[in-house]
């Protein structure tokens, strides 16, 4: 007689209680392998799989899609060692040849995809075709043997009508601060029906909670000050040619900022230090989150250990998790741990913000746009390229001196960049 195995909610992460059934990439009925996904959960961070435990046959699916659930809740059973039917979702999502877009004056569709291999897709690829609407055998694919990637599929969107492109270079390096293209997957249309409502998905709720909770429970200020970029854009001008050469990825100004940031923690240690309850937790570690605006919203990968890095190094993690999030494969550990955070608003286009705490952590450094402004440099008037620069910080835990002092030290390093070398 065959056993039933139960399909349970695994770990989720650290600081993750619940998540969200994003969707079963099996039906009931279905004849599974070993390790083989079941079910996308979408947590506050991350969509993640859940794979079969054992082989054998899906025999039930307890929690629908668009149910909450926790830790150790049963998902489903399998009954091991039986044989049941071809998956009805592998014949249906499969991949076709493209059908002609059809578009509007607000909303632009494109039909799906119906024949092809699907072994060629990942989930999470498969799901961005079918919501979108969007022949797969259209796009270009970037992976081994052409294998169609998450970020194939935004890259062939952006190109459509009925997309939005929120990435801008300017004149900052691109690895600076890691950008996507966003789909307008939720259209409004303006015929018969003026207004459309969405549900929030879990990322988004996340991120308007804690930053809302961020609010309430830090006392935030924010300090600014300006850095001329003329001897970093220089150094980079002159080496960044070798540099590549060498270490296989462009010389960006995230990793100058990185390593200056590092220094300066090392300085003022209250800066990478967190409130826990009534203790102040000082680390000795530093694990440098960087922001990255992904498909499914913000997300805040950690450089683990910056001050052992490299440039090079750096600038190969940095690319590593740009990759990684094109894919939708980030990972929990990719995300937490961070001791300070660095975002970059300059390649949206933005002059000067005050960015909002990364919590637990007690300060985050906002980087801006490169703008060439005059200046009296040495009793003359020069035009060089300016940044503003924002640290917005915890003052329960950072007093102001400690604060300015810390943007300073940055100001000093990017302006004489050889003073990184030396730590100084």
């Known amino acids: 007689m065959a056993s039933l195995v139960d399909i349970k909610v695994p770990a989720l992460g650290e600081s993750v209680s619940e998540a969200t059934i994003g969707r079963w990439l099996k039906n009931k009925g279905d004849t599974v392998t070993a390790d083989e996904p079941l079910v996308e959960l979408e947590t506050e961070k991350v969509t993640m799989e859940v794979n079969a435990p054992e082989a054998g046959v899906l025999s039930d699916i307890s929690a629908q899609e668009g149910a909450t659930v926790t830790l150790g809740d049963l998902l489903g059973r399998i009954e091991a060692g039986a044989v049941g039917t071809a998956s009805k979702k592998t014949e249906t999502e499969t991949v076709e040849a493209p059908a002609p877009v059809q578009t509007t004056t607000t909303t632009a569709t494109s039909t799906a995809s119906t024949s092809g291999s699907e072994d060629k897709l990942s989930p999470a690829v498969q799901k961005m075709v079918r919501e979108n609407e969007i022949s797969a055998q259209a796009v270009q ?15 062939f969107m952006d190109k459509q009508p009925g997309t939005l492109q929120v990435a801008s270079g300017g004149n900052q390096s691109q690895a600076a601060h890691i950008t996507l293209d966003v789909p307008l997957t939720q259209t409004y249309q303006t015929v018969g029906n003026r207004e459309e409502r969405v549900k929030m998905t879990r990322l988004r709720k996340t991120i308007a909670t804690r930053l809302k909770e961020a609010q309430n429970v830090a006392a935030m200020l924010t300090t600014f000050n300006e ?35 590092v220094q300066a923690l090392k300085e003022i240690p209250a800066v990478n230090a967190e409130i826990n309850g009534d203790d102040i937790v000082y680390k000795n570690h530093y694990d440098i989150s960087v922001a990255v605006s992904a498909p499914q919203g913000l997300v805040v990968p950690v450089i ?17 998790y740009s990759q990684k999030a094109k894919d939708g494969t980030l990972s929990m550990q990719d995300l937490t741990g961070g001791t300070f955070t660095i975002t970059n608003g300059g390649i949206f286009g933005s002059l000067m913000s005050t960015p909002i705490l990364n919590a637990p952590q007690s300060a985050i450094l906002g980087m801006h746009k490169i703008q060439e402004r005059p200046m009296v440099v040495n009793g003359e008037i020069k035009v060089c390229p ?39």
């Open 304 to 320: 683990r250990d910056a001050d052992h890095l490299t440039f090079g190094e750096i600038e190969k993690s940095i690319i590593a």
């Open 227 to 261: 850095i001329d970029m003329s001897n970093v854009m220089a150094a980079r001008a002159k080496y960044k040619d070798a540099f590549e050469k060498k270490h296989g990825v462009r010389l960006g100004f995230m990793s100058f900022f990185i390593k200056a940031a």
């Open 386 to 424: 300016m940044m503003y620069v924002a640290m917005t910080y915890d003052h329960r835990i950072i007093d102001g001196r400690e604060a300015v002092t810390f943007v300073v030290r940055i100001k000093e390093m990017i302006e004489n960049p050889e003073r990184l070398l030396f730590e100084i």
């Open 141 to 155: 694919g970037s992976g081994k043997d052409g294998r169609v990637l998450k970020g194939d599929v935004i890259n």
